[in-house]
């Protein structure tokens, strides 16, 4: 799963409350600021450096980086004094090094659809009142059950579909029964 504007602003919320993230997720932070040209600047930074220098040591080029010696082997090497530098100064940042304003990456009511209800069928209505008469019968067993589904199904189908292209109702039996009672629907 790619790690997104969402993701990112999720993962500088918990950092500036005091949250420790994993690793992995540390790396794709800072990974995904440096990719957008965001300078993390302030607490933010100091302390993505222990995960960001631990995912380094996991990776072919850092791997002589482990733990707190790779943070100051990162210190030395100077890659911390920017961070530290902006932490000192007097000068107002936001999380980014800069002031913005936060804007979500969407707009929550183009989101929110109306939620548009199914319309059934003219069939499947004649099919639903079908049912209900085979039940209420005792051709497929005893009242209030239907023994055979498929069975019963079949049939008024079948009567329902003969319904609709003729018109016209089985003479007797179960047929009828269902015939008669979803030919208002079928019309």
């Keep these: 799963m790619a790690y997104t504007a969402t993701d990112f602003a999720k993962d500088l919320a918990l950092y500036t409350t005091g949250a420790v993230i994993g690793v992995s997720r540390s790396k794709k932070f800072a990974a995904y600021a440096a990719k957008k040209g965001i300078r993390l600047a302030g607490m933010g930074a100091t302390r993505a450096a222990l995960p960001v220098a631990r995912a380094a040591a996991f990776t072919p080029a850092g791997r002589t980086l482990t733990g707190a010696a790779g943070i100051v082997a990162a210190y030395q090497a100077g890659l911390l004094d920017r961070p530290i530098e902006a932490i000192q100064s007097d000068e107002p940042f936001g999380p980014f090094g800069r002031e913005i304003e936060y804007q979500a990456p969407f707009d929550v009511p183009a989101l929110v659809k109306p939620i548009k209800r199914k319309v059934t069928s003219k069939f499947n209505k004649a099919i639903k009142m079908g ?3 085979v ?15 498929k069975k019963a199904f079949a049939a008024v189908t079948k009567s329902a579909s003969s319904v ?13 029964k269902i015939g008669l009672a979803i030919r208002s629907i079928l019309r």
């Design 131 to 133: 049912m209900a008469t």
């Design 164 to 176: 609709k292209r003729t018109g016209k109702v089985a003479k007797s039996g179960i047929k009828r």
């Design 135 to 149: 039940k209420k019968s005792t051709s497929f067993g005893k009242k209030g059950t239907i023994s055979n589904p």
